[in-house]
């Protein structure tokens, strides 16, 4: 198992930055495929970016592409996720994912860190 801690989140203006960060603890941490999820009130959970340990591959879904970065920095067992030039409709819980490198399903979750973007 793997405990995530994120931090970071807060109020930001549109078209302005934020970085969250993920601080991972627990035997093996490099041995986890790592991701963001984000969830808005009244909607679902929806993809933000991943990071795949083995081949070092980011991928990130429509809405942010261009605009946030997932990064890692292993000597600190975290991972990052930069946003740049946000919009209002960033605005939701983020949370943190990790899961095996053999899973196909992220099963470990951190708690979550709120974003709020105002217009």
């Known amino acids: 198992q793997v405990q995530l801690v994120e931090s970071g989140g807060g109020m930001v203006q549109a078209g302005g930055s934020l970085r969250l960060s993920c601080a991972g603890s627990?035997?093996?941490?490099?041995?986890?495929?790592m991701a963001w999820f984000r969830q808005a009130p009244g909607k679902e959970r929806e993809f933000v970016a991943s990071v795949t340990r083995s081949s070092g591959a980011k991928d990130y879904g429509e809405a942010v592409k261009g605009r946030f970065t997932i990064s890692g920095d292993n000597a600190k067992s975290t991972i990052y996720l930069q946003m740049n030039n946000v919009k209002p409709e960033d605005t939701a819980v983020y949370f943190c994912?990790?899961?095996?490198?053999?899973?196909?399903?992220?099963?470990?979750w951190g708690q979550g860190t709120q974003v709020t973007v105002s217009s």
């Open positions: 994912a990790a899961k095996t490198l053999i899973s196909a399903n992220y099963s470990n």
């Open positions: 627990g035997r093996a941490f490099m041995l986890y495929n």
